[in-house]
Nanobody
Framework: VQLQASGGGLVQPGGSLRLSCAGSGSSTFDNYAVGWFRQTPGQDRDWVAAVSRAGSRTDYAESVKGRFTISRDDAKNTVYLQMNDLQPEDTAVYFC?????????????????????WGQGTQVTVSS
């Protein structure tokens, strides 16, 4: 599967953005668990949120709980990351990643190694 992340931009503190991760090249996108990560220059890539196949389970990093929401629309082969109350520390390049999950398990992953497919990043800048 190929992943295309989009929706980044410049927003003021307290503002909102919705990122999209569009999957292509697979007719079974609903069988993929998807995660969002972010990275700032010189830093390791940090996990942000994840959604299981079919959307039955979600998980979030503590730093974004209550502000970010991950969801998926498998009819559109797309996973979203709704980001509210953005703060300057949320500034980063955001990446989406996916892995095919066999057997119907509702797995979510917070480690890079869990995922096989990665999209290019989309820049999010929070600044006044």
């Amino acid at each position: 599967v190929q992943l295309q992340a989009s929706g980044g931009g410049l927003v003021q503190p307290g503002g909102s953005l919705r990122l999209s991760c569009a999957g292509s090249g697979s007719s079974t996108f609903d069988n993929y668990a998807v995660g969002w990560f972010r990275q700032t220059p010189g830093q390791d890539r940090d996990w942000v949120a994840a959604v299981s196949r079919a959307g039955s389970r979600t998980d979030y990093a503590e730093s974004v709980k209550g502000r970010f929401t991950i969801s998926r629309d498998d009819a559109k082969n797309t996973v979203y990351l709704q980001m509210n109350d953005l703060q300057p520390e949320d500034t980063a390049v955001y990446f989406c990643a996916a892995v095919y999950v066999l057997g119907g398990f509702d797995l979510v992953g917070a480690d890079d190694d869990f995922y096989v497919y990665w999209g290019q990043g989309t820049q999010v800048t929070v600044s006044s």
